[in-house]
Nanobody, 125 residues
Framework: QVQLAESGGGSVQVGGSLTLSCEGS????????MGWFRQAPGKNREFVAATNWNSESTHYADSVKGRSTVSRDKTKNTVYMEMKSLNPEDTAVYYC??????????????????WGQGTQVTVSS
């Protein structure tokens, strides 16, 4: 069974940092573009960050640009997103996706090949 599994979420104080992980299983994701989305309570899902299939380029939402870094370790079939200077507006469930068609998976409601189950990030003051 092919799966993406996020981890690394949790509760953090304002100004803190987290690194989320998205580990693939069941197949290699080395030739997939990978992305991160989030959904806060009562809000629509939104794009956060993405990396293209060969990790040579990345793309970030304005809300996290300069505070987030996406990377991947193909030997571990895992994508990471480091987030710094967290604020309450970052509170959401974070999902990773794998996409074989696009340069970057950025549209929140598009059909992607695989979605993870999500990991909760809560930022409190």
């Amino acid at each position: 069974q092919v799966q993406l599994a996020e981890s690394g979420g949790g509760s953090v104080q304002v100004g803190g940092s987290l690194t989320l992980s998205c580990e693939g299983s069941g197949r290699s994701f080395s030739d997939y573009a990978m992305g991160w989305f989030r959904q806060a309570p009562g809000k629509n899902r939104e794009f956060v960050a993405a990396t293209n299939w060969n990790s040579e380029s990345t793309h970030y939402a304005d809300s996290v640009k300069g505070r987030s870094t996406v990377s991947r370790d193909k030997t571990k079939n895992t994508v990471y997103m480091e987030m710094k200077s967290l604020n309450p507006e970052d509170t959401a469930v974070y999902y990773c996706v794998a996409d074989s068609l696009r340069l970057y998976p950025t549209a929140p409601n598009s059909k992607y090949d695989y979605w993870g189950q999500g990991t909760q990030v809560t930022v409190s003051s």
